[in-house]
């Protein structure tokens, strides 16, 4: 995914709860649903970060070069910069870009 693409705030804002109650008609449920995306952004991002780390990595190199590598530090300062993970999955939320569906809701129908 290219977080780069993404226009979320960088920062947290305060949000409208009826804004999160129009998708799903209740708050908790878009709440979770939220969580939920936001822990997959989560480990999709760190899951990136760690394979860029591991181009660098050497097991012949003392301490301080190990600290000196600037690659790594430019890397690591973008990921730093980029939004967090609840804001890109409320950014796509808000964007129609989050497929769900509750089961529990549609057994009760079907029945």
């Known amino acids: 995914m290219d977080y780069k693409k993404i226009k979320a705030e960088s920062s947290t804002v305060p949000r409208d709860l ?21 822990n997959q952004i989560s480990s999709e991002m760190k899951e990136e970060l760690n394979q ?13 070069e190990v600290f000196e590598n600037r690659e790594q530090i430019e890397i690591s300062k973008y990921y730093e910069r980029l939004p967090k993970p609840t804001l890109i999955a409320f950014e796509e939320l808000k964007q129609g870009q989050i497929y769900h569906r509750n089961p529990a809701k549609e ?4 029945l």
Do not use: C, H, P, W
């Open 18 to 38: 009826n804004d999160l109650e129009d998708q799903t008609g209740n708050v908790y449920e878009t709440v979770m649903i939220l969580a939920k995306r936001s």
């Open 107 to 110: 057994n009760r129908k079907g």
């Open 52 to 64: 860029k780390l591991q181009e660098f990595a050497s097991y012949t190199d003392n301490l301080e």
